[in-house]
């Protein structure tokens, strides 16, 4: 979701940036699935966690299941909605709501 009042100089719509694009992200995910790496991403917002979702289903799909234990670190903005694919994934979430404030 976009942010409630974007940072000054940027438009309504602003969903932050990430620091990685789809394509580097979702490589990462995938050589950790191959080699059965457990992997830790950081995730702070509900894009980036969105990100990770779509990631790790594709990584999962392609190597099968297996006990990776992937952890979803900061995701204090997880949606509802997310929390399903978490669940299917395998993903843990390791929450810090304090960081919000």
């Known amino acids: 979701m976009p942010y409630h009042e974007p940072p ?4 309504p ?7 990685l694009p789809d394509e580097q992200a979702h490589a990462r995910i995938d050589k950790a ?3 059965d790496w457990q992997i830790l991403i950081h995730a702070n917002g ?3 966690i969105d990100q ?5 289903a594709a990584a999962a799909a392609h190597y099968g299941e297996a006990d990776r234990r992937p952890v979803l670190i900061h995701g204090q903005t997880l949606r509802q909605d997310q929390i399903a ?4 994934l395998g993903i843990h979430p390791s929450l810090f709501p304090m960081h919000t404030y």
């Open 8 to 11: 000054p100089g940027y438009e």
């Open 13 to 19: 719509g602003y969903l932050g940036y990430p620091a």
């Open 33 to 35: 699935f191959a080699n």
């Open 46 to 48: 509900d894009a980036a």
């Open 52 to 56: 990770m979702i779509a990631g790790a």
């Open 85 to 88: 694919n978490l669940v299917e």
